[in-house]
């Protein structure tokens, strides 16, 4: 019975406080009285984001891949990413079927395929924006999120984009955020940016409408770090007996 009785305490304090944070959940929900420019909106996040000398996040995703005969599946995974401006990266990306690590450090790029036991590596420019340019470029590769690590994520997500369009404001896990959409002829792209002081990316939800299938690539990121990483993080760690190849393209959704 003293059982119970806590239990119900613990219930009816749970639903107390419940109650007195909905009002202000709701009053954070609410949509601003003048509703933002969308192009504000992500250029508000982009200039907070090319501020941070070094950050670090870790993102969700879920993704549609067409199989053959035409069947469309989803699939998951995740993604973590460190940034050291101007020139180093590190991102470790992992889904339902590929992997794939990648190091930029002094104009040194090295990719790992973990499940192949395979690595690749190129040289080129210091800094982040000439090594992702040099990648799209030359080899017709995009790192995963390669737009947040740019020195203006804004020229990035926007390049190409007719129309913009605010939404509003939505809750994504718990964070209130503008919810803004971007398009281009061959792409949607939604963000969800965080309401407030830090304008942080908390979602992106990228729609091909021109490509068979219409498939749809979405990050949630669930977790940001807004200091400096650990410089060591920077420099390759290859697996014994780890094989040199030619330069793979990243097997990475999008």
Known sequence: MRSQRSRDMALGVALAVAMLAAPAWAEALKPPAAPPQPGDVVQAMSKFLAAQKGFSYHGELEFDQLMPGGPKVRLAGAVDVSVARPGSLFVDYRDDVSARVVWLQNGQLTLLDPVA???AEISGPKDIDGMVAKLEKEYGVSLPLGE???SDPH?????????AHYLGVRDVDGFA???VLLQ???????????VGAKPLLRKLLFEYPERPGQPEY???????????PKPGI????????AGRVGFLPIGEAR
């Open 117 to 119: 036991g395979t690595f």
């Open 184 to 194: 281009r002829p061959d792409l949607d792209l939604q963000l969800w940016i965080e």
């Open 155 to 163: 020229a990035a997500l926007t390049r190409g984009v007719d129309q």
């Open 234 to 241: 920077f420099a390759p760690k290859l697996p014994k007996g």
């Open 177 to 179: 955020c503008h919810h």
């Open 218 to 228: 979405e990050v949630t990121i669930t977790e940001w770090t807004l200091a400096a």
């Open 148 to 150: 947040l690590a740019e």
